[in-house]
């Protein structure tokens, strides 16, 4: 019975508690973005002071390893976490290991035009993303409302 599990670290100790538990031998996931920002590339941490642990059979040593604050439970075993969250993840990675977060469609304040759903037809200005399928329009009848991204054009 295997599967990932969340592991809470100590601030900044992500990569730390990583290589800590690789060398007790487990399977580790930490996803990383890789940004440019002004010319300037950057790594950070996806989810900071999270990282996903393969859980196989033991895992209470885990709970010693330094930088480890605790481990995310269900009862008294490590919650699962579904096996399909970890490989979007991976599958999200570009050729250097980095996960790519998709760009905004839109520009805030762009006018836009509802092509399905319950407000097909109406306009309005975009807002944001507020993640990768869901966006957030101001539309002109009814205000502030949170659409799929299926249904804009």
Same mark, same amino acid.
């Given at each position: ?46 989810? #900071?002071?999270? =990282? ?10 885990? =709970? ?17 976490? #579904? ?18 977060? #998709? ?34 329009? =101001?539309?002109?009848? =009814? ?11």
């Amino acid at each position: 019975m295997s599967y990932w599990a969340v592991v809470h670290t100590q601030p900044s100790s992500e990569r730390k508690v990583e290589g800590r538990l690789t060398q007790q031998g487990f399977k580790c996931y930490l996803p990383i973005l890789g940004e440019r920002k002004a010319g300037v590339f950057r790594e950070s941490v996806l989810f #900071p002071r999270y =990282l996903f642990l393969f859980v196989e059979d033991q895992w209470r040593c885990v =709970l010693g390893t330094f930088g480890v604050t605790r481990v995310l439970l269900d009862n008294d075993r490590p919650a699962r976490l #579904p096996t399909r969250f970890v490989e979007e993840l991976k599958g999200r990675e570009n050729r250097k290991g980095y996960i790519e977060i #998709p760009r905004e469609r839109y520009r805030r304040g762009e006018r836009i035009k509802i092509t399905g759903g319950v407000f097909e037809g109406q306009y309005g200005l975009y807002v944001s993303a507020k993640h990768s399928d869901r966006e957030i329009i =101001l539309l002109d009848i =009814l205000g502030s409302v949170e659409l799929a991204s299926s249904d804009l054009f």
